[in-house]
């Protein structure tokens, strides 16, 4: 590639700094304590572990977790899958490519706050089919489900991603779990907004990029889910906007660890105490890199709001409610059509 396309080319104020600072005391949380224990023994959690959670999600909204029970085959089963399904040339990948009808599957142009990212991915909801408003109308009470669109080859990907998918659920459950106690709640305090969850599994590919200076592989941006659990490979790329100063500092790679972070849904339930935090990823002109985040989400019919055990007269609701399902059916809408206006955001819903 010659002349990079102007469609990756970052504002100024946006572009990496080709030195990076490292992630200094991003939490590294040890989740061992609790491994063993099933969700229905939460009065047996370790207290410790869920202190160290509440001060990650309150100072950095991100952490590492290890010892977390995932096992490390599933994880280089569905990494090899990836691998091997990016591999493939262009053509072959668009038979499964994302369009207006099909919204999961093969997409390369996907664009954050309208620049491109120098990325392509695959897309797979982890319920099939799984059920959301079939328009972003507010008055329109039609459903749709979104079917999964798997690929000929490699033909252990399916499998591979339907597993893993079970997985993330189980973590994911456990880090809610652990959330809510953080935050004074009960343990299972959640878990009845994820039934019909409508969570997904993206598997992104960052090829290496002659520009890394003037390109994002993500540009910045916040999680709009409620947790995401990220898989990253060892080349890094990943950074985080610190809390304290608004500096970027890289998430090192540290092997078999997952990256938590807190995402929208968090920070409106918890009335802002948790907040959901800025993050992008930088490309590499020498090497490419793969990562796969699960995002935990819920049912489409969930209205999100501060919940009231965390609201009082001091501390009065600071967001509005809103449906999930047609702010993720709005967020789609713009996605394809390209419309010139921001994204919607919870900012929106700001009281
Ligand atoms: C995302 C994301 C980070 C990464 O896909 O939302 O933030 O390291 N990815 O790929
Ligand atoms: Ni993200």
């Known amino acids: 590639m010659g002349e990079v396309d102007p469609a990756f080319i970052q504002d100024p104020e946006h572009r990496p700094k080709i030195s990076f600072t490292e992630a200094q005391g991003i939490p590294l949380i040890d989740l061992s304590p609790i491994a063993t224990?099933?969700?229905?023994?939460?009065?047996?959690?370790?207290?410790g572990v869920v202190r160290e959670i509440g001060n990650a999600c309150k100072e950095w909204g991100f952490f590492q977790v290890i010892n977390h029970g995932v096992p490390l085959e599933k994880r280089q089963r569905i990494e090899d899958a990836s691998r091997k399904f990016f591999a493939q040339s262009l053509e072959e990948k668009r038979k499964v490519r994302r369009n207006d009808k099909e919204v999961l599957g093969y997409f390369d142009t996907e664009h954050t706050k309208n620049v491109r990212d120098?990325?392509?991915?695959?897309?797979?909801?982890?319920?099939?089919?799984?059920i959301v408003p079939a328009s972003h109308e507010p008055d329109d009470k039609e459903l749709t489900e979104?079917?999964?669109?798997?690929?000929?080859?490699?033909?252990?990907?399916?499998?591979a991603c339907q597993e893993y998918a079970q997985e993330m659920v189980r973590l994911?459950?456990?880090?809610?779990?652990?959330?809510?106690l953080s935050l004074g709640l009960p343990g299972d305090k959640f878990h009845g907004f994820f039934k019909d969850q409508t969570s997904f599994i993206r598997l992104n590919h960052y090829p290496h990029c002659p520009t890394p200076h003037l390109a994002l592989g993500v540009g910045r941006h916040k999680d709009a889910g409620a947790l995401t659990i990220l898989a990253q490979d060892d080349v890094g790329g990943l950074e985080v906007k610190r809390k304290t100063d608004g500096e970027w500092i890289r998430v090192n790679p540290t092997a078999d660890a997952y990256i938590i972070n807190v995402g929208d849904i968090i920070q409106v339930w918890s009335n802002d105490k948790y907040e959901s935090v800025d993050h992008r990823v930088v490309v590499n002109s020498k090497k490419e890199r793969f990562s796969i985040p699960f995002l935990f989400?819920?049912?489409?019919?969930?209205?999100?709001?501060?919940?009231?055990?965390?609201?009082?007269?001091?501390?009065?609701?600071k967001y509005r409610a809103y449906n999930l399902g047609k702010f993720i059916t709005t967020r789609?809408?713009?996605?394809?059509?390209?419309?010139?206006?921001?994204?919607?955001?919870?900012?929106?819903?700001?009281?």
């Open 37 to 47: 224990h099933s969700s229905d023994e939460v009065s047996a959690i370790d207290e």
């Open 172 to 180: 994911a459950y456990k880090l809610m779990e652990l959330v809510a």
């Open 118 to 130: 120098w990325k392509e991915v695959f897309d797979f909801t982890v319920e099939e089919p799984t």
């Open 146 to 159: 979104w079917t999964n669109q798997w690929p000929d080859y490699p033909s252990e990907l399916r499998e």
């Open 332 to 351: 789609k809408r713009s996605n394809f059509q390209k419309l010139n206006v921001e994204n919607i955001q919870i900012s929106h819903f700001r009281i």
């Open 297 to 317: 989400n819920p049912a489409h019919y969930t209205l999100v709001k501060p919940l009231e055990e965390l609201t009082n007269e001091q501390n009065p609701a």
